[in-house]
């Protein structure tokens, strides 16, 4: 699963770097363990335009009642999204990237766990492919989202056996152009394991919990400290 991850970049390098037409709610700093129920910036298309606005992670299904699920929805596993009632139908029409630059997984030594911390060698952007809707509340309509996994890349199987289904460059236009009469198997194609690099190492515990939030949680473990994890 991916249950917690990075933006570290400002909003000004994030606009550069995809080419992003307006940016909604302005109100983005950089994060350094964004956990679930918090709000991240996720690219949507909008009248062919690539348009940013904060969403809360975890999925409100619109038909829900209340929000209990959010919770239970932070992940959808690729293999699935077109047999589950929540996401069904917003494979078809609500496709969405999560703007990240790293994520965190656990991996089990014993009866521990140590987070690993993964990205881009050159720190560039992770895009992880995602889906999206809008949930009324008794006060106002709230943005949420689910992050799409699908099974790892070799190197990285030993620490967990998900990954977010993270997106090539190349492929932004054609998964967030919902309007398109895309073939949805080519679509669901694009949720593969990473044919890119990626870099990871073991962080301290430091980043468990969701209150900690600066460059501590993505730092390396010491030597002394990651010779006692083998």
């Known amino acids: 699963m991916c249950g917690r991850k990075t933006l570290t970049k400002d909003m000004r390098s994030i606009i550069e770097e995809l080419a992003i037409d307006e940016w ?7 994060n350094f363990n964004i956990a679930p129920t918090q709000s991240s910036p996720v690219l949507i298309n909008k009248d062919n335009s690539k348009i940013v606005k904060m969403m809360k992670w975890g ?23 077109l047999q589950k009632i929540a996401y069904k139908d917003l494979v ?6 999560i703007i990240t630059d790293g994520y965190f997984e656990w991996k089990k030594y014993g009866k521990k766990k140590t987070p690993f911390y993964m990205q881009h060698p050159e720190k560039e952007l992770l895009l992880m492919a995602g889906l999206w809707t809008s949930w009324r509340s008794s006060l106002n309509i709230i943005s949420t989202y689910t992050v799409i996994t699908t099974s790892p890349k070799k190197e990285l ?19 967030l ?15 593969r394991p990473f044919s890119g690099q ?33």
């Open 59 to 81: 999925l409100i299904p619109s038909w829900s009642k209340d929000s209990s699920r959010s919770s239970r929805m932070i992940n959808a596993r690729s293999e699935t999204l």
């Open 92 to 97: 078809h029409s609500r496709r969405c990237i």
């Open 198 to 230: 990626l870099s990871y190492h073991p962080v301290s515990n430091f980043v468990n919990s969701p209150k900690n939030n600066n460059t501590t949680c993505i730092q390396p473990l010491d030597e002394s400290n990651e010779l006692n994890l083998f």
């Open 157 to 175: 199987a030993d620490i967990h056996n998900r990954m977010p289904a993270i997106l090539e460059k190349s492929d932004i236009d054609t998964w």
């Open 24 to 30: 909604l709610d302005e109100d983005h700093e950089p």
């Open 177 to 191: 152009n919902c309007s398109a009469n895309n073939n949805i198997h080519i679509v669901l194609d694009y949720l």
